[in-house]
């Protein structure tokens, strides 16, 4: 079947930090990936996403890699804000799927001054 | 371009009582919609899709369900709550049918049953 596996949280860093959350997903068909981002009390919003093995996806001084051979998509920035406090959820969507994003169990991510 | 709404933003509602939860798009058509579930502390259960109008799947039985009665609305019903339906409930919409499409969540909706 078709999962995705998140690092477990949370994570807090100091303003400026290097930030990674790691994902790993398993998937039947050609699966694109996502990372969304959830602020307090909001809903989900689209951080980026890739759509292909080898593809890079940024946004916000976020970026990922879809990587096919380790079969992943970690999230990394190089210097966290404390804007960027929020949870962070990784998802896929497989070809034929009607749509259905499979969501990771999100890693919330602290960021202090 | 395409909004999302949610209603009503909050409710708390006493076990046994019913439950519907409206969710509506504009700015588009034919959407694929969803219903998610975050429970507190866990992530995202999708609870039902629709890819048109009174074509609803189920992903989990419960005691829930949904309806789209128009291209664009889709509600979320429950004839009798239960103390496991407090949760945040978030609405998304999708165009494309091919699983590449990114989603687009609403604002979502605290439940609160007690």
């Known amino acids: 079947g078709n999962s995705v596996t998140q690092m477990e949280g949370p994570v807090t860093l100091s303003e400026e930090a290097f930030l990674t959350i790691n994902c790993t997903y398993t998937a039947t068909g050609y699966p694109s990936l996502f990372w969304y981002v959830q602020y307090p009390g909001e809903g989900l919003q689209l951080l980026l996403k890739?759509?292909?093995?080898?593809d890079k996806g940024s946004n916000k001084g976020f970026e990922a890699t879809y990587r096919k051979e380790t079969t992943s998509f970690h999230l990394e920035k190089g210097s966290v804000q404390v804007s960027d406090s929020a949870v962070y959820f990784c998802a896929l969507s497989v070809w034929g799927s009607q749509g259905n994003l499979i969501f990771g169990k999100g890693t919330k991510l602290s960021v202090k001054p | 371009s395409q909004t999302i709404h949610q209603w009503p933003a909050t409710l708390v509602q006493p076990v046994g009582s019913p439950l519907s939860l409206e969710c509506t798009v504009e700015g588009t058509s034919n959407p694929n919609l969803y219903w998610y579930r975050q429970a507190a502390g866990r992530g995202l259960q999708l609870l039902f899709y629709?890819?048109?109008?009174?074509?609803i799947s189920s992903e989990v039985p419960q005691n829930l369900s949904a309806s789209r009665p128009q291209d664009r609305q889709f509600i979320l019903s429950s004839k009798k709550l239960l103390l496991s339906d407090s949760g945040f409930y978030l609405c998304a919409w999708t165009k494309g049918l091919a699983g590449v499409e990114t989603q687009y969540f609403g604002p979502g909706t605290r439940l609160l049953v007690l």
């Open positions: 629709s890819v048109g109008i009174g074509q």
């Open positions: 890739a759509t292909k093995a080898d």
